[in-house]
């Protein structure tokens, strides 16, 4: 796998062109009656309670983990190579949360390289998926998921817990129920943060209650749209290296 991993590298190493293909962008699941629950900004302390909850009801949900935002992914090896190990999915948040339509080609790829690097580093795993901060983009954050054989993953239903201001609880809870209510001919694509306690402790529970109760299947982001989570995945993750924690800045 080193060859592989060499050749997914820095951004010096593509060129930016003006007739380059773009990425695809997914914002809806295809099948009906399918809910993929997301959470996005971690990995943090609350990644254990999650991973927790959904495997006692025998969930399977997304990941969109950064290297460095409420927490930095190397202070979560273990936590993130559990998540993976249960069957969930883990995808790309990129780096730092920058806004990536405003970076340079080069700073683009370099947050998405690390991110990228950090996963297979932890999981074995290349990962096939990104959720671009914000859902900001354009087609030069597009062309550069392309060359790196990324997806960028949006969403349908914004639980707004992140919202400025953010969804009160009793909000969120709202439009879950207006989701199911809508029918969502395209499955439930959502977007939930980790980060927020009342969607940990509050608002995904009474999700997960009524998305069951009206026959909804709980999939994986890759699931639901029919594409792949990854690239490739490699039998055991590297072993730990205490020199990754230098890049927790
Ligand atoms: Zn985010």
Redesign the pocket.
């Known amino acids: 796998m080193l060859f592989r991993s060499a050749f997914i590298f820095l951004g010096s190493f593509f060129v930016l062109s003006s007739s380059a293909q773009l990425a695809q962008v997914v914002t809806n699941c295809v099948n009906p009656k399918q809910v993929a629950l997301t959470f996005?900004?971690g990995p943090y302390s609350s990644t254990q309670i999650i991973r927790q909850m959904l495997n006692l009801q025998n969930i399977k949900a997304t990941f969109?983990y950064?290297g460095v935002?409420f927490d930095c992914i190397y202070n979560h090896i273990s936590d993130v190579y559990q998540m993976y190990s249960d069957g969930h999915q883990i995808s790309s948040?990129t780096w730092n949360?920058f806004d990536l339509a405003t970076l340079s080609w080069d700073e683009i790829h370099n947050q998405m390289y690390l991110t990228e690097r950090a996963i297979y580093r932890i999981t074995g795993a290349q990962v096939a998926m990104m959720r671009p901060?914000?859902g900001s983009y354009n087609d030069q954050v597009r062309q550069a998921s392309y060359l790196r054989n990324q997806t960028l993953i949006i969403w349908n239903m914004d639980s707004g817990d992140?919202g400025v201001p953010p969804k009160t609880t009793e909000q969120s809870e709202a439009l879950y129920d207006a989701a199911i209510a809508s029918g969502s001919p395209g499955g439930i694509l959502t977007l939930n943060?980790e980060t927020h306690n009342t969607t940990v402790n509050d608002v995904i529970p009474y999700a997960i209650q009524k998305l069951k109760n009206a026959g909804y299947d709980f999939v994986t982001v890759a699931e639901c749209s029919n594409l792949p989570a990854y690239q490739w995945q490699d039998s055991s993750p590297q072993p730990v290296d205490p020199s990754w924690q230098s890049e927790c800045v």
Request: without cysteine; negative net charge.
């Open positions: 996005d900004d969109f950064n935002n948040h949360h901060p914000f992140a943060h």
